[in-house]
């Protein structure tokens, strides 16, 4: 290194460390957007970050977390209009960590999060570094940890965890036709079975005669309860969605097909289970797949096996309470001082950003949960080319 | 309660959760049995007396920012008569909780669980109470919000559904069993109205007090709509004769509902609604008994509280020996309970406190 004025030079080594270099996301695919994704390396998402971002006031501080490993922690917000407690709160939470070592964001999201009721997530992990740039720009703080390819946003809310960034690449009307597809997803993710085993043994009066008497002609030969069929098939599945992420890759789709359609249609035909327990089955599995984040995904899967037996017992008493007890937890938490069910309850004016998306040119303001110094984002007349013509013409 | 705040939408589902809970079981019943074919038009005048008799209670409690109805009893006798007031509405409560939850367990035994002890149906409703209890106050709140507006929807789901089968002959005559009966008698009807004791306890837990007023008529203006709905739709459908010995008769009316082929028998989709609104009238009833508790006892940690409450709760409900008593129990003496708690005792205790209130300012003006 030359100094200008000085008469003698440094010989610096510089020494690098072999690492991955920037590839496509693996589990946050969108079909518009930027196929960019975190690495390990600290270095490397910051300043990926701060291409995307490009701005002066994005703010970088690093905490270093864990007496051993000392594992770099990139906290990052916009300083111009990042409400100052959510950062003030999220650093000392970081420093506050009286641990040995952290190796990955998914343990750091543990021992930051509020509580740990019923396992529902309340920060959200990304992949994809526009994801992250877009919710800094709505006055989240993101937490990046040395050594894991993901970022932590924070706070996050129950509506953040069925948005896809894809959404924000479509029209609204897609993306929000999109959006009720998840909610629906949810719904049959976390009830299907409980209503399925609800409605066989308690509520048969619903099912149309035809329907009902198709379901009972398919059980004829079962010879288990339906718990058992039930449970049977579901612990299945998992075993299976277990397995394929298990086995090398060339063979894992493989075993995904084998275990599904070839085991399925043998059980079928042994007369173990009965067919259209199959399809519910694959419904429950293929909505579990359409909620973006991995996290929220699985507590719903995890969740209901609690909705199964709570149908087999009780039926849509059991259901119902089922559903109190978990709204009343959804209710019941907070994501960095931000109610978790907001805009929903309590009622606020999420001055368009709730969870059905207005068109572009009407998303002027950052969410007001978020508090944020510089509540507009964008004029009220965005598109001037439009609406302001020059003198003449 | 937890020193957090409410919102104005959350404090009017509060008391929209009493009137829920009763309307399932035999409040449009026993408003139909007592004025016939008057009902609708009974309804709307004990309305308009309730919305005079909130507005009434709103400028009673303008007086005293920030205090219940409890607070407000100490004011007028000292702390034995706070002590006394406050017993009175924690058993109202209490009562009006078990007696509740020992009909609709039994409506539920003789629907879907014949074969069911009543203790099992009972617990499955207290054991997840406590569990939502222990939660902060502003998760009970958030959980009427969601689950009370799904409520309001079905019953004007189950109106519009139903249409088909009304027979709009069945309002005449008009003035039902004649006008004494409508208006003098019926006046006994304001017990449908019994969100309203919610009112006494909201002032403290307000985030925006000065929207008490806006709270009190809209509570009460949807409560009414929500009961003209409910009794019309049974009003239109049934003739008195069936009416009067249905056990649920709007899980009957739910049970016409037909869209098309397909969609039938759908009143087990309207009972998870219906059971979601209970438990949360039992949570919120719940939790006001164990406040008032706390606040006459001075007691510092009131979470073990919940339990025993809840076990009071399971117990008391166990009390009558079979349904006709608990019906009856429902049908003859609550309505007198509600009448005297919440309109009688609420709204004297209110009045002698502003008198009181204002002897000593014109003593203090005197002097």
Redesign the interface.
Known sequence: MFIDTLDQAFDIEVKGFKQRSIDTPNNEVVIKGPNEAFVENIRTNTSILRRIVNNENLIIENIEVGKITKTKCAVCYIQDFTNQDLINEVKYRLNNLDIDSLFSAGELEQFICDSNIFGIPQTMATERPDKAAKYLLKGRVIVIVNGTPYGIIMPSILIDFLSSSEDTNLKPNFSNFLRILRVISSFLTLLLPGLYIAVTSFHQEILPTSLMFSILGSRENVPFPIIVEILLMEFSFELIREAGLRVPSPIGPTIGIVGALVLGQAAVSAGIVSPILIIIVAITGIASFAIPDFTFGFHLRYFRFAFILLGFMAGFLGISIGLFIYISALCSIHSFGVPFTTPFAPVTDSKGNGYLLSPIWKREYRPPYMSTEKPKEQDSISMKWKFFKPFGK | MSKSK??T??AIMIILTIIVAHTILSLPKNILTSMKSASILNLIYVSIIVVALGYLIYRLLKNFPGLDIVDISELIGGKVFKNIIGTIFMVYFVISASMLLRNFSES?KVI??PMTDIFF?VA??II?VC??NR??F???S??N???VPVVLVAIVVLFATNMKQFSLQKMFPIFGEGVVNTFFLGLSNISAFGGIVYLYFLPPLLKEPEKMKKITLISIGITALYLILSVATLLFIFSFFITTDEITPLYNATRYIELG??F??????F???W??AF??YL?TISRFSVSVFKKITNVDNSKPLIDIFGLLILGLSLVPKNYAISQSFENTIYPHLVIAVAFFLGIGLLVIANLKRRKESRHEKIY
């Open positions: 409410i919102g939408v959350e539920l879907y669980y149906i499955f409703f997840p569990y939502a939660l902060d502003n998760a009970t958030k959980t919000l969601i689950v082929d397909f039938q028998r759908l009143e087990s989709v009972l998870i609604i059971i979601l438990a949360c949570s």
